[in-house]
């Protein structure tokens, strides 16, 4: 029973992650016709930061949750294609709050799942808190998205682009609702770790992530990862 229910998101993921890479090929080749080739460029980078999770697998053999996947393949193509190729960040003016509070919430679980399972791992020395990991998490994501700011200001200063809309004071909102989504992240990931909650989707994608990679990992069993089969 929960083998077909994993199949069928699964099958539901790769229909959707097929969709979005359709519709970024179409709108390439709309968009070349048009004329707009620094769009094309973009768009195709975009198509290209979707096929991550294959390569990080063939290359790597480091396996994503597909649930994760599934987010972060939406939000690349809500946050670039749509976002800044198509302009609904100026068409919207609550899109890049949007995208902004999502970025930190999926930046807040990468790094709340990569502290996590190197302090699961019984080869690292760590002994690390449930404070200090959610900790992590928080600062992780808030890292990135610092660096995405520092990204945006640099193209705009080299390149006359405005990714920066109304300048500081759009970076300054960006960081602050990354530090929501990020915040939410954390709060939620120490309560996980007080109370081991079962239900908790973060102690799924952790299991998932532990039993898809053992070769990453001495402690594959830690958390009774064997108990999610789904």
Not at 10 to 25: C, D, G, Q, T, V
Not at 75 to 93: H, I, K, Q, T
Not at 133 to 158: H, K, P, Q, R, V
Not at 178 to 195: E, H, K, N, Q, V
Request: net charge negative.
């Amino acid at each position: 029973m929960l083998a077909s229910i994993y199949n069928f998101f699964s099958s539901i993921h790769n229909r959707i992650s097929l969709l979005l890479k359709a519709l970024l090929i179409l709108g390439a080749v709309f968009l070349f016709i048009a004329g707009q080739y620094q769009a094309v460029v973009e768009t195709l980078l975009i198509l290209c930061i979707t096929f991550m999770p294959l390569v990080l697998d063939a290359r790597l053999q480091v396996k994503i949750p597909y649930e994760f996947e599934t987010l972060a393949i939406l939000f690349a193509y809500l946050s670039l294609f749509l976002g800044e190729v198509l302009d609904f960040y100026n068409r919207f003016w609550w899109w890049d709050i949007v995208l902004h509070i999502s970025s930190g919430f999926l930046l807040g679980i990468t790094g709340f799942l990569l502290v996590y399972v190197l302090n699961e791992d019984k080869k690292i020395n760590f002994d690390l808190s449930p404070f200090f990991i959610a900790l992590f998490a928080f600062m992780f994501a808030m890292g990135f998205g610092g660096i995405w700011e520092i990204f945006e200001f640099s193209l705009d200063e080299l390149f006359g682009l405005n990714m920066q809309k109304s300048g500081l004071q759009d970076t300054m909102w960006d960081l602050i609702v990354d530090a929501i989504g990020a915040l939410f992240i954390s709060i939620l990931g120490y309560r996980f770790l007080l109370t081991k909650e079962s239900d908790s989707f973060l102690e799924r994608w952790i299991d998932k992530f532990i039993v898809a990679n053992p070769k990453m990992f001495s402690k594959t069993g830690s958390h009774d990862s064997g108990k999610h089969d789904s």
